[in-house]
T-cell receptor, first 112, second 114 residues
Framework: QQQVKQSPQSLIVQKGGIPIINCAYENTAFDYFPWYQQFPGKGPALLIAIRPDVSEKKEGRFTISFNKSAKQFSLHIMDSQPGDSATYFCAALRGGSEKLVFGKGTKLTVNP | DAGITQSPRYKITETGRQVTLMCHQTWSHSYMFWYRQDLGHGLRLIYYSAAADITDKGEVPDGYVVSRSKTENFPLTLESATRSQTSVYFC?????????????FGPGTRLTVT
């Protein structure tokens, strides 16, 4: 049973575009929602994270939007650059646990 | 400050052989994890450990064995490798960030079973 559903699987945008990656969850016990970024040949690394008591969090060009009632959250990348080309994973964590539940990932390609 | 290291980085082995993937962290984080990454499946948790001598199964534990005698090391052993275990394996440890637990991943081991 996939607890965090991520879409799309792949995404191609032009430089300067705003790619949006969406995730949905069912378990209301989740209370921490991070996004990880993975470049080819590297391990994933934390990009940005949010807790459900806020609806939006921005760090630089990256924004998480969180909709608690819909149990959905999304990653927006403003003014995307070719260097943002990577695989992005959303994840969720249940309170009291250190075991992340990952989405299946989105491969983003930003064309010059 | 090396963080998390994995060895070997690349390994080719034959079906039926035993192979051990090593993971070492320099932070003394309590929790450590092993994942496998395959196209279309994302990151799947194999085993995790809450502390030395405490381990538990993840989503796909069959065919794998772990041990953790020291906090800093968390080796993963494939007792009798199969072609379906060809994958990229990532080790991770986690630490509190102030709002949640961040997992720190190693560089990965690419394993090919022929």
């Amino acid at each position: 049973q996939q607890q965090v559903k991520q879409s799309p699987q792949s995404l191609i945008v032009q430089k300067g575009g705003i790619p949006i990656i969406n995730c949905a969850y069912e378990n209301t016990a989740f209370d921490y929602f991070p996004w990880y970024q993975q470049f080819p040949g590297k391990g994933p690394a934390l990009l940005i994270a949010i807790r459900p008591d806020v609806s939006e969090k921005k760090e630089g060009r990256f924004t998480i939007s969180f909709n608690k009632s819909a149990k959905q959250f999304s990653l927006h990348i403003m003014d995307s650059q070719p260097g943002d080309s990577a695989t992005y994973f959303c994840a969720a964590l249940r309170g009291g646990s250190e075991k992340l539940v990952f989405g299946k990932g989105t491969k983003l390609t930003v064309n010059p | 400050d090396a963080g998390i290291t994995q060895s070997p980085r690349y390994k080719i082995t034959e079906t039926g052989r035993q192979v051990t993937l090593m993971c070492h962290q320099t932070w003394s984080h309590s929790y450590m994890f092993w994942y496998r990454q395959d196209l279309g499946h994302g990151l799947r948790l194999i085993y995790y450990s809450a502390a030395a001598d405490i381990t538990d199964k993840g989503e796909v534990p069959d065919g794998y064995v772990v041990s953790r005698s020291k906090t800093e090391n968390f080796p993963l052993t494939l007792e009798s490798a199969t072609r379906s275990q060809t994958s990229v394996y990532f080790c991770a440890s986690s630490d509190w960030t102030g709002i949640g637990y961040e997992q720190y991943f190693g560089p990965g081991t690419r394993l090919t079973v022929t």
